[in-house]
């Protein structure tokens, strides 16, 4: 069973999306701003990471380039970052890309795409 961390600041979709993801047979953490996501990244190793871009404290962009520095500095694998964001346009959809992201997926999304999505990136990741 693959362990997503779910770093999602708005308590309704964060409810939503863990729920989703729950029935669905995934494990779930989530966390509510960056400071946690990156803690409970560097803790619990999950095997994909859905990450708000629009957090309180840190911007998602720099929480998603901070995930990339842990993985090189303990030698770990690369994880899939799948974004989540309402920023869509052509240059924060670019900024996300280079600090490492993997997918991004637009917000308001409907929770099928992301199911979708999720299923593809851990599929992808999963005989690594
Ligand atoms: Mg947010």
Request: with cysteine; charged share 30%.
């Amino acid at each position: 069973m693959a362990a997503i961390l779910l770093v999602e600041d708005a308590p309704d979709i964060a409810r939503l999306v863990r729920r989703a993801l729950t029935i669905a047979s995934y494990e779930v953490v989530v966390a509510a701003d960056g400071r946690q996501a990156i803690d409970a990244f560097a803790a619990e190793r999950p095997d994909l990471v859905l990450l708000d871009l629009m957090l309180p404290d840190i911007d998602g962009v720099e929480v998603c380039r901070e995930m990339r520095r842990i993985e090189t500095a303990q030698a770990r694998q690369r994880v899939p970052v799948l974004m989540l964001t309402a920023l869509t346009s052509q240059r924060d959809r670019e900024a996300g890309f280079e600090a490492g992201a993997d997918d991004y997926l637009a917000k308001p999304f409907g929770i099928a795409e992301l199911l979708d999505r999720v299923g593809a990136l851990t599929f992808a990741h999963s005989d690594v």
